[in-house]
Nanobody, 128 residues
C-alpha cells in the first residue's frame, strides 16, 4: 500500500516562509512525477508545482512562480516545497501527489486525475 505523508504546514504571517515535505513509502518506484496541489475552501484543487524523479525537471504554476521551489530526494522518495513571500491568498490545504506512470513532466501533469496516490493534506494558513 502506497502512502504519502505530508508535513510542514502551519500558520504564518504574510511575507513569511514555510517548507512542506512529503515522503512516499510502501513501494519501490523507479520513475514518477510528484507534485504539490492546493485547494482553498470553495475552490478547485490546483497544481502548485511538479517535479520528475528521472531528470529533476520542474514545473511551476503561475500563482507560485518566483516564490516557490520544488525539490526532490530520490533516495528517500521525498519531495519538498519551499514557499517564500507567502500571501493570504496562499491559504489552502496542500496535497502531495504521485504519478507512478510518468517518467517526465508533460501536458497532463497539471491534472489531478493523472495522479494515483495522494497524501492527506497539510493546512497552510497565511495571516495578513
Amino acid at each position: 500500500q502506497v502512502q504519502l505523508v505530508e508535513s510542514g504546514g502551519g500558520l504564518v504571517q504574510a511575507g513569511g516562509s514555510l517548507r512542506l515535505s512529503c515522503a512516499a513509502s510502501g513501494r519501490t518506484f523507479s520513475r514518477y512525477v510528484m507534485a504539490w496541489f492546493r485547494q482553498a475552501p470553495g475552490k478547485e484543487r490546483d497544481l502548485v508545482a511538479g517535479i520528475s524523479r528521472s531528470d529533476g525537471t520542474r514545473y511551476y504554476a503561475d500563482p507560485g512562480k518566483g516564490r516557490v521551489t520544488i525539490s526532490r530526494n530520490k533516495a528517500k522518495n521525498a519531495v519538498y516545497l519551499q514557499m517564500n513571500s507567502l500571501k493570504p491568498d496562499d491559504t489552502a490545504n496542500y496535497y502531495c501527489a504521485l504519478d507512478p506512470d510518468a517518467a517526465y513532466l508533460g501536458p497532463l501533469s497539471s491534472r489531478g486525475s493523472r495522479y494515483n496516490y495522494w497524501g492527506q493534506g497539510t493546512q497552510v494558513t497565511v495571516s495578513s
